[in-house]
């Protein structure tokens, strides 16, 4: 695919925002805990990005890469190969690694979520992403709000704000055998469908709540 100039100013801006990201301190607990800041990646024109919840310890805080180097990163990429989805972009909520007392991986608090938000915004107002999928309940719940139920079975497009979004089981749950990986192959070819989808205009808003995506 030939690079245009807007894409290429698109990439420029988005790696100076990267940049700028690796100096954040607005999270005392993170700043402490963290080995690095772990900033988006991936396709700067993108048409699906995926949203985790923070980089792990032994993934992204080692290697500076969202989704690498863990259990986690090496099924999401191995689901998005398979699916042979092209133009991805991969963030988190948060861009440091939340530790709890005893050095393990936790949750990050509402508060960091909030506190990087504005860093998430910024890169997707970049990458301009089709589709966001929403890896997980808790990136689900504050990217798409309470209203609308976590349902990756299930899985509708939902409009929030400018955003369309999607969701999917983050990888963690499928590793700990919550949920066949069988199961999740065909949720990728099922998210597959539904940007070919969106690419057609093949979509209409549905019931069962304001801003549901029915992909036809």
């Not at 915004?121 to 504050?142: D, N």
Request: aromatic letters at 6%; a positive charge; glycine letters at 12%.
């Amino acid at each position: 695919m030939v690079m245009t100039t807007s894409d290429k100013s698109s990439r420029m801006r988005l790696a100076q925002l990267q940049r700028a990201m690796l100096a954040c301190t607005r999270c005392d607990a993170l700043v402490r805990c963290r080995t690095r800041v772990v900033p988006g990646a991936g396709a700067a024109a993108a048409a699906v990005a995926f949203v985790g919840i923070a980089p792990g310890r032994f993934g992204g805080d080692r290697t500076g890469v969202p989704f690498s180097g863990d259990r986690s990163g090496t099924l999401l990429r191995a689901m998005i190969a398979a699916a042979g989805l092209r133009r991805v972009f991969i963030t988190n909520l948060v861009r440091c690694n939340p530790r709890d007392g005893r050095g393990r991986n936790r949750d990050p608090l509402a508060a960091e979520i909030a506190n990087c938000r504005s860093h998430l915004e910024a890169e997707l107002a970049l990458v301009r992403p089709k589709l966001v999928v929403c890896l997980g309940r808790i990136t689900w719940l504050h990217l798409a709000g309470r209203e609308a139920a976590f349902d990756p079975a299930g899985a509708a497009v939902v409009r929030a704000g400018r955003w369309l979004l999607y969701p999917m089981y983050h990888p963690a749950y499928v590793n700990r055998g919550a949920y066949p990986v069988q199961c999740y192959a065909r949720d990728f070819a099922r998210l597959r469908s539904a940007l070919q989808g969106l690419g057609r205009g093949d979509f209409a808003a549905a019931g069962g709540g304001a801003g549901r995506i029915a992909i036809r």
